[in-house]
């Protein structure tokens, strides 16, 4: 992958959900354009491990930069998911109250949210919240309702986000880790593992490395503190526990415990919030998932321990300055800052995608628009999603319809097959398994991991042993038995 | 497209193998075996190591030996069978939902069933095993697969979680390949596996057997680096100052077997939560009627004889179902686990007019030695049976007559002698 | 010297306790027959093994097919055993029983096929 001599117009460092939305804004326009991340794939940062909340946006501060891109970043979810293809589900949100203190909380969410202009909220009364929710814990007192919040797979939305800025003609550089920074407008250089980039203008969506970035590029002006939140994951069969996404009040580690149905069906509780030393920090801790589990079943007694099937954590890139850092370094002209993008980033994310690519376009001069932009993908509902007429007509149309690899989510051979096919398709089985589910399931990978690690190398045309699980160096197979 | 059968078997291991020989030799013409998997044997086809067979074949054989005995039988009988063929949904109907490359998805509609989808492995997840989530960390099953099926190597040097019988046969698996195995970790105190495996796949090749031990820190950012052990008191809580450790590139997890029971849920077949197999009767069948259920679909066996000896009377149950030739059923006994009984099955008995005896299958709760089983009904001793020792790892049974039973419920326990 | 050991003659797999000192068997309690006292002096005196493996195919429709010694050999010998099944290579089709390496080892056992594999 020799990208010396290419010049390009813009360059993104990051190729997380951020990034990703500022790649397809921008692939909208008439420019050379590359996202390049450290990794193998995208959504391996902090998109890859959050809640996956489109939140109402109550939370933040009126007139702040999150609350703006926040309410309007979760107004344009819908519309953006059903282009490309991701499932996001209008579930609501409620903040409980288990007393009067907690009460005059969600008083001032609610506030917070009228000024910001968050439509529909409601201060439900706890016969109400219980007729919508039967399983919370009868001990709430009040709730805060927010029907525009929702949820989205964030993985999803950052794959789908970059494929289609690649569709759009967008070159993903991956493992191309950014080391150095230099020049100025119109002529960047970034030196990297791979070799040089130039570009006219960079744009800085680093994530958690964010200030380090903006440090190489001379502009250090913040600082950025990894905040660890874990979770614990539970089988589907657990899902319909909660409809909404239900928070507990907000304390000073920040928007509390949750529990909530993800899109794809399975219970989510977490996160806690803890300041790490490292970025690369992504243990969990016995101590945090029991104080995680402990704290949710104050919400919703009936979760399950032995239902968990997986556990993670993600780290949140808080900024020294309060709120998200987006816009052009007044030190380095023609480098542009998307920093500090911590919660609700997601949530905000189209939105500032579609900021951030208007201020580049204009201190380009003004970029024209692409003609034939396609700003959706050609997407296919999930073998395991279709009625059985449909999923006979598709194994009719491709027999390795018929052949399931995943037995747990019922992921088939051909789309498995399709992930790594697709433009910045999967190179890994986490990549798979991110696209596809296939791992996902209640079995982790115990079964389907064979079939999987055979068809990448099939694919990809390398050895078994070559096939990785993430980055390179995580490898699933050492060697032969019998050489 | 909807077909019918009389009689249709789900899942082509051991289970399903000899209860679909037992059905076609008992006269039923269409029998249909089906299996996802691309070869008939089920899990047996990567057990390579001997120890099958004693009870059934009166000698030891491997794995794959022992199911093309079976496998033979089901060639020369004629009995047909699907194989890359996964069910997709059975209905309390009885109508199972097939999908194959070949022929698309068809539609099967059958008088009876029979479960034996066999089990899948307990993942880390379930464990919360804390720490980063690096590659190297393979439940035993699937690093069996890839050593004995695929021939490749999935690390260097192991950790092995579980002490399991399929933790400590691929301990010896893997150290007969020139891996290294640091240790065999058991959180019980006791180990879980069958003594002849310790013997044989550990005390032979000098692997330390860790008990009431754990692993409770996983390391490695990309490939697994190594685990943090440590000792657990009563309670299985680490103990603190016992932490250790241990360089390894692979964990193994040997942690646990659950019955693949999705299948049967959905057709609203109701399980023992204890087992996670179906509740059945002393005819294996379940509550829903014509639907019956046997090997590790039904409880998870340590050997392989029983699985063929429990499917052969699920197959013989079917039949007489299939012929018309089931007794009125007087009243259902429902069996109770007491003192240091952990499941039973059959969960309850039905009882017809014609006495019967009836074989329950038991494991204990822990090791217990110099005991008596008894059965009581009506708090009254009904039967008893001296037991030099019973092991969880290790099941046991007792045979009862129904003339005996009294009242609507059994209890089972196990007392001191 | 005291060893717990179980009988594996028969499935009745009694639990024995065996005394012995150096080669020799003093006292085996816990047995229910003579061939329990037979495994015993046998485990201790000169153990044996079946040993299972599998060896490299060519030509089949995988890379390697189950093996084993068709009796058991005696444990010390167990890993110069598996250096001959290292080395071993079958062209497929090959047959359950078939016999791929004679004598491995200077055993007196056979290395012989556990499946039927097909060519591809
Ligand atoms: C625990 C937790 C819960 C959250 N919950 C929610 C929620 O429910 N709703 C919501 O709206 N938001 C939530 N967020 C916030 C949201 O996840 C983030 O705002 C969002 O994912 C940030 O995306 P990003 O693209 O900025 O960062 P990332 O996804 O971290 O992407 C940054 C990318 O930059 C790459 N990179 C870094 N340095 C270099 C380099 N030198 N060279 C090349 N590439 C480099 C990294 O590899 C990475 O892929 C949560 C966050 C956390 C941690
Ligand atoms: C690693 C290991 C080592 C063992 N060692 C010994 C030993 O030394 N001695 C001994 O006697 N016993 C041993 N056992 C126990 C014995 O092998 C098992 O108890 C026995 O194989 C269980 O048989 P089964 O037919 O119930 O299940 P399986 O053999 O698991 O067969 C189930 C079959 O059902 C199929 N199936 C499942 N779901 C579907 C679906 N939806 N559609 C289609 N097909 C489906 C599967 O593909 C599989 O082929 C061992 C078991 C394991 C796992
Ligand atoms: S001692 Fe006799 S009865 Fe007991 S296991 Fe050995 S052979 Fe069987």
Redesign the pocket.
């Known amino acids: 992958m020799e990208k010396a001599n290419i010049k390009y117009d813009i360059a993104i460092i990051g190729a997380g959900v951020v990034g990703g939305l500022v790649a397809r804004s921008l692939s909208a326009y008439d420019a050379r354009i590359c996202i390049i991340d450290k990794h193998i794939d995208m959504a391996m940062g902090a998109s890859g491990a959050n809640s996956g909340i489109v939140h109402a946006g109550y939370d933040a501060t009126p007139g702040s930069m999150k609350a703006k891109f926040n309410i309007e970043g979760t107004a344009m979810m819908p519309g953006i998911c059903r282009l490309l293809g991701v499932s996001y589900k209008n579930s609501g949100s409620l903040v409980l109250a288990f007393n009067s203190e907690d009460e005059k909380q969600l008083q001032k969410l609610y506030e917070n949210g009228i000024a910001g202009g968050v439509k529909g909220m409601k201060l439900l009364s706890k016969e109400t919240v219980l007729k919508m929710e039967p399983l919370l814990n009868p001990k709430i007192t009040k709730a805060l309702h927010a029907p525009t919040a929702g949820v989205v797979s964030p993985y999803k939305l950052n794959i789908a986000a970059i494929e289609n800025a690649v569709v759009n003609g967008t070159e993903f550089l991956r493992e191309t880790q950014v080391l150095g920074i230099t020049g100025n407008k119109g002529d960047f250089t970034l030196s990297t593992n791979k070799g040089d980039i130039f570009a006219a203008v960079v744009i800085n969506c680093a994530g958690i490395y964010a200030d380090d970035i903006a440090k190489m590029a001379g502009d250090g002006f913040f600082t950025l503190t990894p905040r660890k939140g874990e979770y614990l994951l539970f089988d589907r069969s657990e899902g319909g526990l909660v409809e909404n996404v239900v928070f507990q009040p907000p304390s000073e580690k920040g928007k509390g415990v949750l529990v909530m149905t993800t899109v794809d069906g399975n219970i989510l509780i977490g996160p806690d919030a803890n300041i790490v030393e490292s970025k690369e920090d992504s243990q969990t801790h016995a101590d945090s998932l029991d104080y995680v589990y402990k704290t949710a079943i104050k919400t919703c007694s009936g979760l399950n321990l032995k239902k968990v099937i997986t556990s993670f954590a993600g780290l949140r890139a808080t900024p020294d300055t309060g709120d998200f850092i987006i816009g052009e370094s007044k030190k380095i002209p023609g480098f542009f800052n998307v920093a500090g993008i911590e919660s609700p980033g997601l949530s905000s994310a189209p939105a500032i995608g579609e900021y951030v690519a208007e201020i580049v376009s204009g201190s380009l001069g003004g970029l024209a628009k692409k003609e034939n932009f396609k700003p959706g993908l050609d997407t296919h509902e999930f073998f395991r999603d279709m009625d059985l007429n449909e999923k006979e007509n598709i194994m009719q149309d491709n027999p390795d319809y018929g052949m399931i690899v995943c ?1 747990c989510e019922n992921v088939t051979k051909a789309e498995v097959l399709d992930s790594i096919r697709r433009p910045a398709g999967a190179r890994t089985v986490d990549g798979v398994k991110r696209r596809t589910r296939a791992g996902m399931g209640r079995c982790q990978g115990g079964f389907c991991l064979p079939a999987v690690v055979e068809i990448l190398s099939k694919e990809l045309g390398i050895e078994k042993e070559e096939v990785q699980k993430g980055d390179s160096g995580s490898n699933i197979l050492v060697e032969r038995n019998r050489p | 497209m909807i077909e019918k059968r009389s009689l249709v078997i ?8 000899a209860a679909a020989v037992k059905a076609k030799k008992a006269g039923i013409k269409d029998v249909l075996l ?4 691309i070869q008939l ?4 086809k ?2 390579i ?1 001997n ?2 067979g004693l009870h059934v074949f009166k000698e030891e054989l491997t ?1 794959p030996e022992f199911a093309l005995r079976y496998i033979r039988e089901i060639e020369e009988l004629k009995v047909e069978y699907k194989l890359n ?4 949904s059975v209905d309390k109907n009885k109508r199972i939902t ?1 999908v194959n490359p070949d022929d698309g998805l068809i539609v099967y509609e059958a008088r009876s069933i029979i479960l ?4 899948r492995e307990r993942p880390r997840g379930a464990l919360r095993i804390p720490g980063t989530n690096p590659s190297g960390i393979f439940s ?2 699937t690093a ?1 697969r890839f050593v004995n099926i695929e021939g490749m190597k999935p690390g260097k040097t192991a950790l092995i979680l579980g002490s399991g ?2 933790g400590l ?1 691929m301990a010896r698996r893997l150290t007969l390949e020139g891996m290294k195995v640091r240790a065999v970790c058991e959180i019980m105190p006791h180990p879980g596996g069958l003594t002849r495996n310790i013997v044989q796949c550990l005390e032979d090749f000098n692997i330390p057997l860790k008990l009431s031990t754990t692993v409770i820190a996983i390391h490695g950012k990309r490939r697994i680096e190594g685990v943090t052990i440590a000792q657990v008191d009563d309670s299985f809580k680490p103990v603190k100052g016992t932490e250790k450790y241990i360089e390894c590139d692979m964990l193994l997890l040997s942690v646990g ?1 659950i019955p ?1 029971n999705e ?1 049967a849920e959905e057709a609203g077949v109701e399980l023992d939560p204890v087992t996670g197999g179906a509740r059945v009767n002393q005819y294996l069948e379940t509550n829903i009627d014509g639907i019956y259920a ?4 039904l409880h ?6 029983y ?1 063929a000896i429990e ?1 052969e009377k699920a197959a013989k149950s079917a039949v007489r179902k299939i012929k018309g030739k089931t007794r009125k059923i007087k009243k259902r006994i429902e069996l109770i686990t007491g003192n240091g009984i952990r499941y039973t099955v059959p969960q309850f008995i039905d009882v017809t007019d014609k006495e019967e005896k009836i074989k329950i299958y038991f494991r204990s709760t822990s090791i217990m030695e110099s005991i008596k089983i008894n059965a009581i009904c009506k708090d009254e001793i009904i039967f008893s049976k001296k037991l030099k020792r019973v092991a969880p790892a290790e099941m046991e049974y007792i045979i009862i007559s129904t003339d005996d039973i009294r009242g609507r419920k059994m209890i089972i326990e196990a007392r001191a002698k | 010297m005291k060893k717990e050991m179980v009988c594996i003659s028969c499935p009745k797999g009694c639990r024995m306790t065996v005394e012995y000192e150096g080669d020799k068997v003093l006292e085996v309690l816990g047995n229910s027959c003579s061939k329990g006292w037979d495994y015993a002096v046998d485990e201790i005196t000169k153990p044996v093994r079946i040993v299972t493996s599998t060896v490299k195919v060519r030509g089949g429709k995988l890379t390697v097919v189950p093996v084993k010694t068709n009796k058991p050999v005696r444990r010390h010998l167990i890993f110069d055993v598996m250096n001959e099944i290292y080395k071993a290579e079958v062209k497929a089709p090959v047959k359950e029983g078939q016999v791929i390496i004679k004598n491995a080892a200077d055993s007196g056992a056979d290395i012989i096929a556990t499946l039927d594999l097909k060519k591809i």
Do not use: K, S, W, Y
């Open positions: 037995r | 789900i899942g082509a291991g051991p289970a399903g193998l089906i299996d996802r998997d044997g089920g899990i047996l990567q057990c190591h120890g099958f794995g063929t996964m069910v997709i097939t034996a989808m066999g089990c035993a099953g069996q019988d399929i046969i077997l693949e299948l046997c090997g590790n679909v998870v066996h340590d050997l392989v004889d699985v499917a």
